[in-house]
């Protein structure tokens, strides 16, 4: 328990004035004295006793997009055989504050309490700890306590509806390009302990010699539809704004891709590469690392992480950036897009490529929408 800044400021003064009122003999002074120490007092048996409750706190659903609404789900219990007088618990999260005021208890009984949660900033957001508050009617004195520890609420960025829009991977050069699917030709894509129904004719007996357990190859067509987008993580290509809406369209178009089962890459200009096989989990894995993307200071060129080839290519970045390698690319994709956020809605001709430009994330996911290829 301690005073407040008024609690404090309450108690000098009265002192002042009951030093006064007794040197001067002013009655009057004496009495406001007398009314500001009784005050005081009364403040400080009121909060005396601590806030003694059993709470829990979860955050539902764990994982939002920007400016979706999270809920914090406070459930708090009086496990005393007194009553539980109310008192206010604040969450913290980010820099936010949500205030819950919670009601009298009886013993033994419980209340919960949903509130909502602010989620404006993509990123990783830490919510918690809780802190339990009592104060008096006039706020002189405060009892405080710190529970509950600190949870992650990942705010992801915001997703726009996509097309699922997928290439196949080129096949020779005599051959072209193709998106039928190639027969008798397999990719190992990983080893995994055997189960029941798992093919005997897929069991990796080298790796089952080395680990002492029966070890299976899982094998993928290399002819899987994929795409392969490249975001522009560079400050000096993207301010703060346009960069937010730059990983908006990412996670629109990655996400898509994902969900309809395809394989689709996420390749940034600061290095981070994740592949996936596609499926739900695969998204939450994409829109994961999105979440934790940050703009670089490197000055370096934006195609240099291309490594791979095969299925579309998509470059999100801005209408000015030097984009010109990605004609040297139009070989190894059967289709290059450019993803240009621009507030003219103009963006540099690139040979080989189709320009989508406009001036935010779902400007550009609308032009991704309406192209037929």
Same mark, same amino acid.
């Given at each position: 328990?301690?005073?407040?800044?008024?609690?404090?400021?309450?108690?000098?003064?009265?002192?002042?004035? #009951?030093?006064?009122?007794?040197?001067?003999?002013?009655?009057?002074?004496?009495?406001?004295?007398?009314?500001?120490?009784?005050?005081?007092?009364?403040?400080?048996?009121?909060?005396?006793?601590?806030?003694?409750?059993?709470?829990?706190?979860?955050?539902?659903?764990?994982?939002?997009?920007?400016?979706?609404?999270?809920? %914090?789900?406070?459930?708090?219990?009086?496990?005393?055989?007194?009553?539980?007088?109310? /008192?206010?618990?604040?969450?913290?999260?980010?820099? /936010?504050?949500?205030?819950?005021?919670?009601?009298?208890?009886?013993?033994?009984?419980?209340?919960?309490?949903?509130?909502?949660?602010?989620?404006?900033?993509?990123?990783?957001?830490?919510?918690?700890?809780?802190?339990?508050?009592?104060?008096?009617?006039?706020?002189?004195?405060?009892?405080?306590?710190?529970?509950?520890?600190?949870?992650?609420?990942?705010?992801?960025?915001?997703?726009?509806?996509?097309?699922?829009?997928?290439?196949?991977?080129?096949?020779?050069?005599?051959?072209?390009?193709?998106?039928?699917?190639?027969?008798?030709?397999?990719?190992?894509?990983?080893?995994?302990?055997?189960?029941?129904?798992?093919?005997?004719?897929?069991?990796?007996?080298?790796?089952?010699?080395?680990?002492?357990?029966?070890?299976?190859?899982?094998?993928?067509?290399?002819?899987?539809?994929?795409?392969?987008?490249?975001?522009?993580?560079?400050?000096?290509?993207?301010?703060? /704004?346009?960069?937010?809406?730059?990983?908006?369209?990412?996670?629109?178009?990655?996400?898509?891709?994902?969900?309809?089962?395809?394989?689709?890459?996420?390749?940034?200009?600061?290095?981070?590469?994740?592949?996936?096989?596609?499926?739900?989990?695969?998204?939450?894995?994409?829109?994961?690392?999105?979440?934790?993307?940050?703009?670089?200071?490197?000055? %370096?060129?934006?195609?240099?992480?291309?490594?791979?080839?095969?299925?579309?290519?998509?470059?999100?970045?801005?209408?000015?950036?030097?984009?010109?390698?990605?004609? %040297?690319?139009?070989?190894?994709?059967?289709?290059?897009?450019?993803?240009?956020?621009?507030?003219? #809605?103009?963006?540099?001709?690139?040979?080989?490529?189709?320009?989508?430009?406009?001036?935010?994330?779902?400007?550009?996911? #609308?032009?991704?929408?309406?192209?037929?290829?």
């Amino acid at each position: 328990m301690r005073l407040t800044v008024r609690g404090t400021a309450v108690l000098v003064v009265s002192l002042g004035l #009951g030093a006064a009122g007794f040197w001067g003999r002013y009655p009057l002074f004496l009495l406001l004295a007398l009314a500001g120490l009784v005050a005081v007092v009364a403040a400080v048996l009121v909060t005396f006793r601590r806030v003694d409750v059993e709470v829990t706190r979860d955050v539902y659903p764990d994982r939002v997009e920007r400016g979706a609404q999270a809920l %914090g789900k406070l459930k708090v219990r009086n496990p005393s055989t007194r009553w539980q007088r109310g /008192f206010l618990a604040v969450d913290t999260a980010g820099g /936010f504050h949500r205030t819950v005021q919670v009601h009298g208890l009886a013993p033994g009984t419980s209340r919960p309490y949903d509130y909502q949660l602010p989620t404006p900033v993509r990123g990783r957001m830490p919510v918690g700890p809780l802190t339990l508050s009592r104060t008096d009617p006039f706020g002189l004195a405060r009892n405080s306590v710190t529970v509950g520890a600190t949870v992650t609420l990942w705010v992801h960025p915001r997703s726009h509806p996509a097309l699922a829009r997928t290439g196949g991977f080129p096949r020779h050069h005599h051959e072209g390009r193709s998106n039928e699917r190639l027969r008798g030709s397999l990719d190992l894509r990983e080893l995994r302990e055997y189960q029941p129904g798992d093919e005997v004719r897929d069991i990796h007996w080298k790796a089952t010699a080395r680990t002492g357990r029966l070890m299976v190859k899982e094998s993928a067509d290399p002819d899987q539809p994929r795409l392969t987008v490249v975001l522009d993580t560079r400050a000096s290509a993207l301010p703060p /704004f346009a960069f937010e809406e730059a990983v908006d369209a990412a996670a629109s178009l990655l996400r898509s891709a994902a969900l309809a089962g395809h394989h689709a890459r996420l390749l940034t200009s600061c290095g981070t590469d994740v592949a996936t096989a596609g499926g739900p989990l695969a998204a939450r894995q994409l829109l994961d690392q999105l979440c934790l993307l940050r703009q670089s200071t490197e000055t %370096g060129t934006l195609l240099s992480a291309v490594r791979h080839q095969g299925g579309f290519l998509a470059v999100v970045t801005s209408g000015t950036a030097d984009v010109a390698e990605l004609s %040297g690319l139009r070989s190894r994709y059967s289709s290059i897009f450019l993803l240009a956020l621009t507030q003219d #809605g103009n963006a540099t001709h690139v040979p080989g490529a189709r320009v989508l430009a406009a001036a935010d994330a779902a400007g550009v996911v #609308g032009l991704w929408n309406e192209v037929r290829t």
